[in-house]
Nanobody, 116 residues
Framework: QVQLVESGGGLVQPGGSLRLSCVASGISFSIYNMAWYRQAPGKQRVVAASISTFSTTFYAPSVKGRFIISRDNAKNTVYLQMNSLKPDDTAVYYC??????????WGQGTQVTVSS
């Protein structure tokens, strides 16, 4: 059974940093493309960053230059380092795993709140 467990969310002041982690179990992690999505109150869930099985990365324009996605296949973990956080980054952040064959799973989400 696939399980994705996020951690690292919390309350941070504007300009601060947080690192999110997502640990995967029940899958062959190295064959999964991984991504972090986020959903702000009243808005659709959108991709923030993704990393392929070859470690090719993508960033949404709103986070490019501030967020860094990385993966550690030995630990079955994907990370999202978030720097220079803004109030607009406030959202529930979800881990997402997908193979090239269409199999996919979501984590339960972790809340990030950026506020003074």
């Amino acid at each position: 059974q696939v399980q994705l467990v996020e951690s690292g969310g919390g309350l941070v002041q504007p300009g601060g940093s947080l690192r999110l982690s997502c640990v995967a179990s029940g899958i062959s992690f190295s064959i999964y493309n991984m991504a972090w999505y986020r959903q702000a109150p009243g808005k659709q869930r959108v991709v923030a960053a993704s990393i392929s099985t070859f470690s090719t990365t993508f960033y949404a324009p709103s986070v490019k230059g501030r967020f860094i996605i990385s993966r550690d296949n030995a630990k079955n973990t994907v990370y999202l380092q978030m720097n220079s956080l803004k109030p607009d980054d406030t959202a529930v952040y979800y881990c997402y795993a997908r193979t090239d064959y269409g199999s996919s799973s979501w984590g339960q989400g972790t809340q990030v709140t950026v506020s003074s």
